[in-house]
């Protein structure tokens, strides 16, 4: 596996677009791959701050009465979408996740993990379109920064297709202090799955809060917050 690259040898004033993931290469190494699924829910705790989301964006939306259809894109090993259900239950409010993931690999390893209200699909936002589906929200983790434009465009479209209330997508924004922080965090974690490498690698690839402007569509709000993250977040007015 190549080393991490240290902080102080890399330029982070612009995104790094040809820089791949080892996840993301179809011939990776599975054991390392299905390890760093495992290594997914305290990484996320720590840095990802879907407590936030939720506080701010995802409960004022939930009801005690009727229950609340998300969806959830790219969902990897489907820690976020049982995370957020159990924060829900917490607060006595009805909320079902859809883990949505078209990755065989991941679809397999989440769908071992089964978890109330949470249904894991194998399929692309693409796919949910074109069966017809729709969900009062949607949102995802740490998928932006993967997507070439054309592929970025598209699950954007998408998203605004399959939410009927709200989108939340949150990403990594790329800063010198978060490289730098991550690269000294995950330290115990190197040669055990991919999490140090890609970790470092998606802050790379991620966006500025003013790159992300530049590229999303009309109707889009960039939300930056505190450590290092975006939010892409669309709203709409109907609230059925």
Do not use: K
């Not at 080393?3 to 080892?22: F, K, N, V, W, Y």
């Not at 390893?109 to 949607?138: I, K």
């Amino acid at each position: 596996m190549a080393s991490p690259t240290d902080p102080g040898r890399i330029d982070l004033g612009r995104r790094d677009e040809a820089l791949l993931e080892l996840m993301d290469d179809p011939d990776c190494d599975l054991g390392l791959l299905q390890r760093t699924y495992g290594v997914f829910p305290l990484v996320n705790g720590v840095v990802a701050g879907w407590g936030r989301v939720y506080r701010e964006r995802l409960r004022p939306l939930l009801s005690a009465e009727c229950e609340t259809r998300l969806l959830d894109l790219g969902s990897g090993g489907g820690d976020v979408a049982r995370g957020l259900v159990r924060r829900a239950a917490r607060d006595g409010l009805r909320l079902h996740v859809t883990a949505a993931d078209p990755d065989g690999r991941a679809h397999d390893w989440a769908s071992a993990r089964p978890a109330p209200g949470v249904d894991y699909r194998r399929a692309s936002s693409g796919d949910l379109v074109a069966a017809g589906e729709t969900f009062d929200v949607v949102v995802s983790n740490h998928v932006l920064h993967h997507l070439d434009r054309a592929a970025r465009d598209a699950v954007l479209a998408d998203s605004e297709l399959l939410a009927r209330r709200l989108v939340v997508h949150s990403d990594i924004r790329r800063a010198r202090a978060a490289y730098a922080a991550y690269w000294l965090g995950t330290l115990p974690l190197a040669r055990r799955s991919f999490v140090r490498t890609d970790g470092l690698r998606s802050i790379r690839r991620s966006f500025s809060a003013d790159e992300l402007r530049a590229v999303a569509p009309a109707g889009w709000q960039v939300v930056p917050r505190e450590p290092f993250r975006l939010w892409l977040v669309r709203e709409s007015g109907d609230r059925r």
